[in-house]
C-alpha cells in the first residue's frame, strides 16, 4: 500500500512533443505528490509538486494533472527539449511521516533533436 | 554557497569492510535522508534523522548505521553486513521534517565492491 507506481519505465520524445508520465498510488492517506528530476551522476531537484485538493498545477512547460478518485498523476512535459532528457521520478507522502518520501521507479526520458 | 555536500565521489570497498559516506549541509535544515538508488527502482530510503541524536529506519535499514551527532552532519556506514551493497547513495535534507518542504539532494556517492 506504501508503493507508488511509475510508467512509463522509458520514453522516448521528438523535440517539440508531449511528454507524458503516469503514476498511480494505492494509499489514500498520501497528501503531497511531487516530481524531481535527475541527471546522470547528480543527485534529484524538485521540480513541480501538488496536493490533492487541486486537479492541475502548471509552472512553464510542465503541468501535473491530479485525478483523486483514480488515485493517479501524471507529469505533462509540453514542447519539450534535448535539454529536458534526464529520469523523471514521481513520489508521495503523507504529513505526519517525519516528511519520508514513497519514489515510483523513475522514467528516463530522452528527447530527440 | 548552500547545500549539500557529499563525498567521496566514488568509494570502492572490498568484500568485508565498512566504509563511511560523508554527509553534510549549511542550509540550516533539521531533517536529513539517506536514499539508495539502483537501476530501475528508483529511491529507496535507508535512514532519516528529524533532530539531532535522534534517527530512524528507513525502509531498507538492514546493513546500514547512521549517527546524528551535529545539525549539519549525517554520515552513513555501510556495513559487512550489507550483502548487496553496490549503487549509487543520495542524502538529501529539508527544512522542518516535513513532506511539504523540498527536499534537498546532494551530488551522491556511487559505491562500488570489488
Known amino acids: 500500500q506504501q508503493q507508488v507506481k511509475q510508467s512509463p519505465q522509458s520514453l522516448i520524445v521528438q523535440k517539440g512533443g508531449i511528454s507524458i508520465i503516469n503514476c498511480a498510488y494505492e494509499?489514500?492517506?498520501?497528501?503531497?505528490f511531487p516530481w524531481y528530476q535527475q541527471f546522470p551522476g547528480k543527485g534529484p531537484a524538485l521540480l513541480i509538486a501538488?496536493?490533492?485538493?487541486?486537479s492541475e498545477k502548471k509552472e512553464g512547460r510542465f503541468t501535473i494533472s491530479f485525478n483523486k478518485s483514480a488515485k493517479q498523476f501524471s507529469l505533462h512535459i509540453m514542447d519539450s527539449q534535448p535539454g529536458d532528457s534526464a529520469t523523471y521520478f514521481c513520489a508521495a507522502s503523507t504529513g505526519n511521516q517525519g516528511g519520508k518520501l514513497i519514489f515510483g521507479q523513475g522514467t528516463e526520458l530522452s528527447v530527440k533533436p | 554557497d548552500g547545500g549539500i555536500t557529499q563525498s567521496p565521489k566514488y568509494l570502492f570497498r572490498k568484500e568485508g569492510q565498512n566504509v563511511t559516506l560523508s554527509c553534510e549541509q549549511n542550509l540550516n535544515h533539521d531533517a536529513m535522508y539517506w536514499y539508495r538508488q539502483d537501476p530501475g527502482q528508483g529511491l529507496r530510503l535507508i535512514y532519516y534523522s528529524q533532530i539531532v541524536n535522534d534517527f530512524q529506519k528507513g525502509d531498507i535499514a538492514e546493513g546500514y548505521s547512521v549517527s546524528r551527532e551535529k545539525k549539519e552532519s549525517f554520515p552513513l556506514t555501510v556495513t559487512s553486513a550489507q550483502k548487496n551493497p553496490t549503487a549509487f547513495y543520495l542524502c538529501?535534507?529539508?527544512?522542518?521534517?516535513?513532506?511539504?518542504?523540498?527536499?534537498?539532494f546532494g551530488p551522491g556517492t556511487r559505491l562500488t565492491v570489488l
Open positions: 494509499n489514500t492517506a498520501f497528501d503531497y
Open positions: 538529501a535534507s529539508t527544512l522542518g521534517g516535513t513532506a511539504r518542504n523540498t527536499q534537498y
Open positions: 501538488i496536493r490533492p485538493d487541486v
